[in-house]
């Protein structure tokens, strides 16, 4: 007989899966997690889903758009879902309330999967988080003006701190292409039209929503805005030398340093080639050569494009594999030419699995950088830790997308954005007892945001939303700044159109002041409901509707007109350019704007921004940029002159500053070597005010055509009254390079103009070099950058400066 034996035993913990588990290494993890998923579940993380989150709190609903079919999210989400497109970006909701949606969607997702594998929300950020109530700030073409990449980047981790306080991982930003003609509809979410300038500018952007633990994406990948005559989505007419190094040199300077993790191709196809479709560009260039290992999104529509606009695919599924070759990781803004036709195909034979698995990897790898594969991730998004999660209606209004902080760093980049063009002492108003403030600017509170700012781009289709943000107009700023003077506002014409019937009513009233205050510009919008934006490209440069003619009404009453413009792109001015008292220029300056402009106005703030695109003198001379060749100048066998009226760099300030003593360290080195270069800037004036030292490089002699100069290296010089800096410069032969004719980027031995400038056109002291030595070819891994040290001044002479 045997006893019975109590046996106490240690109850097993189920085993992390090896995708689960952050101990092992990234690789390992999600090759585990590929090899035990279906071809189902793998092609179903290769796209996003177009949403709206629920202003109650409640899950996403799939977003109908009229470009595609209706999504059946409780068919999918047993596969698993790669993104959720644009929950806060697609209508308006409560910041607090679109985060409790998005955080239970993500557990409907990670619960109805077997993997428990989140979906990455991505939104827009071109000008801020493009959501409902948060900061619209200043657009692109602004944060070129500034020509500060450190205080970009610190408004870029603020934007990035608001999307990933509210669960958003993705952000579509920064643009990095470059203006090539400024017809284009596009251009104020560029930030202009010198890549080297677009180079360092959205490099320090990506850094800043990187910081904030945010993908950012490098869009347009490449050619987009060299459509021929500025359409929008139209064929890019260039050659390679163009292409490689003007279009493609920002995103190769990105992709080196900014850390970006994501890259959307563009629509546009180069010499027939889509870009969407592109294997040289995206695989051969883009990881191959570059280095680059994050994952391509498509833009939005930009697979099915393939067949439907380009016509190189006969059907979804050779749209979806030519994409794939090509390598595209994701398809955007929801599945179409990724779901069953992509999958039909892949059973078919058609396209081989290994092309879906290349892809996967890339989404899996950054989903588990984000840390989405982890074991005990939690949907809830850190604006929502320790709320109660059960009371939606206490949540409302308890996340801040719009706080202090926002608005003061807002306020910042709109103060060092302002460009003042023309002054002729008007400026600074000094109390004025009458301003008439004349234009369509003038009492429109959304004249200083762009097309993808929230209030634009989404509350337009929701007229009965309050706008969500305050944004005082010109009158009540300049009412603000100048409160003992009287104001009196004219509207005078619209934005567009031709009626003229407000013209009497703002002579009279402009003949009555001391100072006029015209208030010009655009009205962004998409696709044809503004003059500038997505889709609303100008046929020419000339102000839209009957502005020139508003303002040259104004010019004839003989009070002084200092014409402001609140604008996407830069427009020919007429006789303004010379008998206005003041031009001041802005593009799209955000929330902070009015506020900024009025302090320029009043002399609190002196104007620092310098031009990131030229100005031109007359409407129709166009394309034209300053990076251009010898041809591209005025000449006498043609009556177009493309002269612009304010060129690229420029910009005025109140006080004024004298550049001197130039030195050079060494007049002569190898191909493999470098400059140093020094010279001292003074402010000869009585207040404060900051200059801008740009260095541009004349080579008067290459193997292939050359721009007359391009720009390789810049700094801000802060200057108290009387003070002095002195700044010296090492520039590495490696920025003379350019790609020759076999297609190679070269240093070419020979002379070599070295220009300290206040502008591309105001020249201020120029270096004569000299390279010696063989050609040296370079590649991806040259220096890119000059190397400037600002010191305080100490006088006398600097030997090797």
Same mark, same amino acid.
């Given at each position: 007989m045997t006893a019975n034996v109590a046996v106490e035993t240690t109850p097993v913990t189920p085993a992390v899966p090896v995708w689960n588990d952050p101990a092992h290494d990234t690789g390992t993890r999600v090759s585990a997690l590929i090899a035990a998923m279906t071809v189902e579940e793998k092609v179903a993380q290769l796209f996003g889903v177009w949403v709206g989150a629920s202003d109650e709190g409640g899950e996403v609903a799939p977003y109908q758009h009229d470009m595609e079919e209706p999504v059946d999210l409780e068919a999918l989400l047993p596969h698993g879902l790669g993104q959720l497109t644009r929950p806060f970006g697609t209508a308006p909701v409560d910041p607090a309330l679109g985060a409790l949606s998005l955080m239970r969607t993500q557990a409907r997702v990670t619960a109805a999967n077997r993997f428990g594998i989140p979906a990455v929300a991505h939104e827009e950020c071109l000008a801020g988080f493009a959501a409902w109530k948060a900061t619209a700030y200043p657009v692109p073409l602004s944060w070129g003006a500034t020509f500060d990449p450190e205080l970009v980047r610190r408004m870029a981790a603020a934007i990035g701190r608001d999307m990933r306080s509210v669960g958003v991982h993705q952000g579509l930003a920064p643009v990095l292409d470059v203006v090539r003609d400024a017809r284009w509809g596009r251009v104020e979410e560029t930030i202009g039209e010198d890549p080297y300038l677009v180079g360092t500018v959205a490099t320090a952007y990506v850094q800043g929503l990187e910081s904030a633990g945010i993908v950012a994406t490098l869009k347009h990948f490449a050619g987009y805005s060299a459509s021929r005559a500025g359409r929008n989505l139209a064929p890019v007419g260039m050659g390679p030398r163009e292409r490689a190094d003007v279009l493609l040199a920002p995103f190769e300077m990105a992709v080196r340093e900014s850390g970006a993790r994501s890259v959307m191709h563009a629509y546009t196809d180069t010499d027939g080639v889509p870009s969407a479709a592109d294997e040289q560009l995206l695989t051969g260039l883009l990881r191959d050569t570059w280095g680059f290992d994050g994952t391509v999104v498509a833009d939005y529509f930009g697979i099915a494009f393939l067949k439907t606009l380009h016509g190189v695919a006969g059907d979804w599924a050779e749209a979806a594999g030519a994409a794939l070759?090509?390598? #595209? @990781?994701?398809? !955007?803004?929801? /599945?179409? =030419?990724?779901? &069953?036709? +992509?999958?039909?195909?892949?059973?078919?034979?058609?396209?081989?699995?290994?092309? #879906? @698995?290349?892809? !996967?990897?890339? /989404?899996? =790898?950054?989903? &588990?950088? +984000?840390?989405?594969?982890?074991?005990?991730?939690?949907?809830?998004?850190?604006?929502?830790?320790?709320?109660?999660?059960?009371?939606?209606?206490?949540?409302?209004?308890?996340?801040?997308?719009?706080?202090d902080a926002n608005r003061r760093l807002a306020r910042e980049v709109a103060e060092q954005a302002i460009v003042l063009l023309r002054n002729d002492g008007t400026l600074p108003l000094v109390r004025p007892r009458r301003i008439a403030l004349v234009g369509p600017g003038a009492d429109e509170p959304t004249a200083v945001l762009g097309c993808y700012s929230f209030p634009v781009h989404v509350g337009v289709r929701h007229p009965r939303t309050p706008v969500g943000i305050a944004l005082p107009t010109l009158r009540e700023a300049l009412r603000r700044e100048f409160p003992g003077t009287e104001i009196v506002t004219v509207r005078g014409a619209g934005i567009d159109g031709d009626d003229r019937s407000g013209f009497a009513e703002a002579v009279r009233t402009a003949r009555g002041a001391d100072v006029v205050v015209a208030a010009l510009g655009d009205r962004a919008g998409l696709f044809g409901r503004g003059t500038s934006g997505e889709g609303c490209d100008a046929d020419t440069l000339a102000l839209p509707g009957v502005q020139q003619q508003l303002l040259d009404a104004l010019l004839d009453t003989g009070t002084p007109v200092v014409a402001t413009l609140l604008a996407g792109r830069p427009y020919a001015l007429g006789r303004a350019v010379d008998e206005a008292a003041a031009i001041v220029q802005s593009f799209f300056p955000g929330v902070e704007g009015t506020g900024a402009l009025a302090g320029v106005l009043s002399g609190r703030v002196n104007p620092s921004g310098r031009l990131p695109v030229s100005v031109p003198r007359g409407p129709g001379a166009q394309p034209a940029?300053?990076?251009?060749?010898?041809?591209?100048?005025?000449?006498?066998?043609?009556?177009?002159?493309?002269?612009?009226?304010?060129?690229?760099?420029?910009?005025?300030?109140?006080?004024?500053?004298?550049?001197?003593?130039?030195?050079?360290?060494?007049?002569?080195?190898?191909?493999?070597?470098?400059?140093?270069?020094?010279?001292?800037?003074?402010?000869?004036?009585?207040?404060?005010?900051?200059?801008?030292?740009?260095?541009?490089?004349?080579?008067?002699?290459?193997?292939?055509v050359q721009p007359v100069q391009r720009l390789i290296g810049y700094v801000r010089v802060p200057l108290a009254p009387g003070g002095s800096s002195r700044v010296t410069v090492t520039v590495p032969a490696d920025l003379a390079s350019f790609t020759g004719r076999d297609g190679r980027r070269v240093v070419e031995p020979g002379a070599l103009e070295l220009r300290l400038a206040a502008s591309s056109t105001d020249i201020?002291?120029?270096?004569?070099?000299?390279?010696?030595?063989?050609?040296?070819?370079?590649?991806?891994?040259r220096r890119l950058h000059a190397r400037f040290t600002v010191t305080a001044d100490t006088g006398g002479s600097q030997p090797g400066a």
């Amino acid at each position: 007989m045997t006893a019975n034996v109590a046996v106490e035993t240690t109850p097993v913990t189920p085993a992390v899966p090896v995708w689960n588990d952050p101990a092992h290494d990234t690789g390992t993890r999600v090759s585990a997690l590929i090899a035990a998923m279906t071809v189902e579940e793998k092609v179903a993380q290769l796209f996003g889903v177009w949403v709206g989150a629920s202003d109650e709190g409640g899950e996403v609903a799939p977003y109908q758009h009229d470009m595609e079919e209706p999504v059946d999210l409780e068919a999918l989400l047993p596969h698993g879902l790669g993104q959720l497109t644009r929950p806060f970006g697609t209508a308006p909701v409560d910041p607090a309330l679109g985060a409790l949606s998005l955080m239970r969607t993500q557990a409907r997702v990670t619960a109805a999967n077997r993997f428990g594998i989140p979906a990455v929300a991505h939104e827009e950020c071109l000008a801020g988080f493009a959501a409902w109530k948060a900061t619209a700030y200043p657009v692109p073409l602004s944060w070129g003006a500034t020509f500060d990449p450190e205080l970009v980047r610190r408004m870029a981790a603020a934007i990035g701190r608001d999307m990933r306080s509210v669960g958003v991982h993705q952000g579509l930003a920064p643009v990095l292409d470059v203006v090539r003609d400024a017809r284009w509809g596009r251009v104020e979410e560029t930030i202009g039209e010198d890549p080297y300038l677009v180079g360092t500018v959205a490099t320090a952007y990506v850094q800043g929503l990187e910081s904030a633990g945010i993908v950012a994406t490098l869009k347009h990948f490449a050619g987009y805005s060299a459509s021929r005559a500025g359409r929008n989505l139209a064929p890019v007419g260039m050659g390679p030398r163009e292409r490689a190094d003007v279009l493609l040199a920002p995103f190769e300077m990105a992709v080196r340093e900014s850390g970006a993790r994501s890259v959307m191709h563009a629509y546009t196809d180069t010499d027939g080639v889509p870009s969407a479709a592109d294997e040289q560009l995206l695989t051969g260039l883009l990881r191959d050569t570059w280095g680059f290992d994050g994952t391509v999104v498509a833009d939005y529509f930009g697979i099915a494009f393939l067949k439907t606009l380009h016509g190189v695919a006969g059907d979804w599924a050779e749209a979806a594999g030519a994409a794939l070759r090509a390598g #595209v @990781d994701v398809e !955007l803004p929801t /599945v179409k =030419t990724f779901g &069953a036709p +992509l999958l039909d195909a892949v059973s078919a034979g058609l396209i081989p699995e290994d092309l #879906v @698995d290349r892809a !996967l990897r890339r /989404v899996l =790898t950054q989903k &588990a950088q +984000l840390g989405l594969l982890d074991a005990g991730w939690s949907p809830v998004p850190p604006a929502l830790e320790g709320a109660a999660l059960a009371d939606p209606a206490a949540l409302r209004g308890t996340v801040d997308l719009d706080g202090d902080a926002n608005r003061r760093l807002a306020r910042e980049v709109a103060e060092q954005a302002i460009v003042l063009l023309r002054n002729d002492g008007t400026l600074p108003l000094v109390r004025p007892r009458r301003i008439a403030l004349v234009g369509p600017g003038a009492d429109e509170p959304t004249a200083v945001l762009g097309c993808y700012s929230f209030p634009v781009h989404v509350g337009v289709r929701h007229p009965r939303t309050p706008v969500g943000i305050a944004l005082p107009t010109l009158r009540e700023a300049l009412r603000r700044e100048f409160p003992g003077t009287e104001i009196v506002t004219v509207r005078g014409a619209g934005i567009d159109g031709d009626d003229r019937s407000g013209f009497a009513e703002a002579v009279r009233t402009a003949r009555g002041a001391d100072v006029v205050v015209a208030a010009l510009g655009d009205r962004a919008g998409l696709f044809g409901r503004g003059t500038s934006g997505e889709g609303c490209d100008a046929d020419t440069l000339a102000l839209p509707g009957v502005q020139q003619q508003l303002l040259d009404a104004l010019l004839d009453t003989g009070t002084p007109v200092v014409a402001t413009l609140l604008a996407g792109r830069p427009y020919a001015l007429g006789r303004a350019v010379d008998e206005a008292a003041a031009i001041v220029q802005s593009f799209f300056p955000g929330v902070e704007g009015t506020g900024a402009l009025a302090g320029v106005l009043s002399g609190r703030v002196n104007p620092s921004g310098r031009l990131p695109v030229s100005v031109p003198r007359g409407p129709g001379a166009q394309p034209a940029t300053y990076l251009a060749a010898r041809l591209a100048q005025a000449t006498e066998v043609s009556s177009i002159d493309p002269t612009p009226a304010f060129a690229f760099g420029h910009g005025l300030s109140y006080t004024a500053f004298a550049w001197s003593r130039l030195t050079v360290g060494n007049g002569e080195s190898g191909t493999d070597g470098e400059f140093t270069l020094g010279c001292s800037v003074r402010n000869t004036g009585d207040r404060a005010g900051t200059e801008v030292v740009q260095l541009y490089v004349h080579d008067p002699v290459a193997s292939v055509v050359q721009p007359v100069q391009r720009l390789i290296g810049y700094v801000r010089v802060p200057l108290a009254p009387g003070g002095s800096s002195r700044v010296t410069v090492t520039v590495p032969a490696d920025l003379a390079s350019f790609t020759g004719r076999d297609g190679r980027r070269v240093v070419e031995p020979g002379a070599l103009e070295l220009r300290l400038a206040a502008s591309s056109t105001d020249i201020r002291l120029v270096a004569k070099v000299e390279l010696t030595g063989a050609p040296r070819f370079v590649d991806h891994t040259r220096r890119l950058h000059a190397r400037f040290t600002v010191t305080a001044d100490t006088g006398g002479s600097q030997p090797g400066a």
